[in-house]
């Protein structure tokens, strides 16, 4: 497992004498805790006194304590007047093609895409890659079917995602030989970070933290 984050985080407890709680470190579906001043390491599932590890990704950590889940993002502190973080939205109006086009940044790099549910993976053609700076080379290989037949591929991990200020990082994508697709697709792999709604042709992402 590679360490996604270092953190320091705190978390109120819903009743008087529960330890109190940060977050120190990120792994991939595990975190190392500071319950009640004492360090633990916990994998998703795992306990300890009281505290329950739910969930674990590259940015965020989701604990459970006193029947209560709080999902904690990297730099977000939490103080003893807790409230639920407001969440941060981006609306994107559907186009003239009945398509959802935005901007995005990826790899810090800002660039066209298309919102797209259907794709299980974010997915851009090789110019895009090299233009962003991605070795696509290095990646898995693997195969995709195009209105051209049967094109090499490759699954990659891009750094960062961002749009409007919804950042996902470590973000799995294909990158696929030639000019398909012609714009960028953002797909699954960072839409399932977020929740969406579409309302009279606009289209809004929001995440709480």
Known sequence: MALAACLSLALPMAR??????????????AAVLQ?????????????FR???????????ATVEVDGR???LGISQRIGANYQQPEAKVVTIQRDARLQYQ??????????????????N??????AHASALGVDFSAGTPSRVETASGLVNAWIVTLGSIDV???????????????????TILLGMTY???????????????SRAW
Do not use: C, W, Y
């Open 69 to 71: 889940q709080v999902e």
């Open 50 to 60: 009281g505290v329950t590890l739910v969930a674990a990704h590259s940015g965020t």
């Open 16 to 29: 008087a004498g529960s330890p109190s709680i940060e977050v120190e470190a990120l792994f991939t579906n």
């Open 121 to 126: 993976v974010v997915a851009m053609n090789s």
């Open 191 to 205: 839409l399932q970070h977020v929740e969406i709604k579409e309302n009279n042709g606009v289209l809004s992402l």
């Open 164 to 182: 409007g200020g919804i950042r996902v990082d470590n973000v799995r994508a294909s990158v696929v030989e030639g000019d398909f697709p012609a």
């Open 35 to 47: 319950i009640g001043g004492e360090r633990k390491m916990l994998k998703v599932g795992q306990s």
């Open 102 to 119: 935005t901007t995005a940044r990826i790899n810090g790099r800002g660039v066209q895409v298309l919102v797209d549910t259907g794709a």
